[in-house]
C-alpha cells in the first residue's frame, strides 16, 4: 500500500474517509464529488486542522490522490498556498465539458442525492459546453498557471 510506504520513509500519512465513502457509508451522505463542493470543504478543513498541529510541517504539506481524490487534490492545490506538491493517480484531469459531460462517476450511478446535485448545478449553470464565467471559475485547471504547487499526474488510454 502506498500509504505504508510514505509514512516508512517519515511522512506524517493521514487518509480522509469522506462522508457518505469508503468506512464513513453510515456517517454523512455522499454528495457528488464532481458537482459539490462538501468534500473539499471536508478536504480544506483538514489541511486546517492539520497546519494547526504542532507535529506538522506546516511549511511542507503534499496530497497524493486517486480517482475522486485526485480531483479532490487538485481542487485543493488550487484553493490552497499551503499545498506544495501534488500527486494525481487515474485522476480525471481533463475539461470539465469531459468530465462532466461524458462521465458518471460509479460512486453517482445509484445515488439520487449525487444526481440531484449534478442536475441543480445544470439547471443553475448550464452545462460546461456553453459559455459561461462560472465554468471557467468552477475548473481548477483554470488556476493552474497560477499555483506554485509541483504537479505530477499519472493518468493512462484506459483510465475511466
Keep these: 500500500m ?23 457509508t453510515g456517517h454523512g451522505l455522499a454528495d457528488s464529488a464532481y458537482y459539490s463542493m462538501v468534500y473539499n470543504t471536508d478536504l480544506m478543513s483538514l489541511i486546517s486542522s492539520l497546519k ?5 510541517n506546516k511549511s511542507n504539506l503534499n496530497l497524493w ?3 475522486m481524490g485526485a480531483y479532490l487534490a487538485l481542487r485543493a492545490a488550487v484553493l490552497s498556498k499551503d499545498i506544495k506538491n501534488v500527486i494525481l493517480l487515474s485522476g ?11 462521465y458518471v462517476p460509479p460512486s453517482d450511478e445509484n445515488n439520487s442525492l449525487a444526481l440531484r446535485t449534478r442536475q441543480a448545478v445544470f439547471t443553475k449553470y448550464g ?7 462560472f465554468w471557467k471559475n468552477a475548473s481548477p485547471t483554470t488556476f493552474l498557471a497560477q499555483s506554485s504547487t509541483r504537479f505530477q499526474i499519472h493518468v493512462g488510454e484506459m483510465d475511466v
Aim: hydrophobic share 30%; proline share 6%.
Design 2 to 24: 502506498d500509504m505504508n510506504f510514505y509514512a516508512k520513509k517519515g511522512f506524517l500519512v493521514v487518509k480522509p474517509d469522506f462522508r457518505g465513502q469508503g468506512l464513513s
Design 52 to 56: 494547526q498541529t504542532s507535529f506538522v
Design 65 to 67: 490522490g486517486h480517482s
Design 92 to 102: 480525471p484531469v481533463g475539461s470539465l465539458n469531459q468530465i462532466y459531460l461524458t
Design 127 to 133: 452545462t460546461p459546453g456553453e459559455t459561461s464565467s
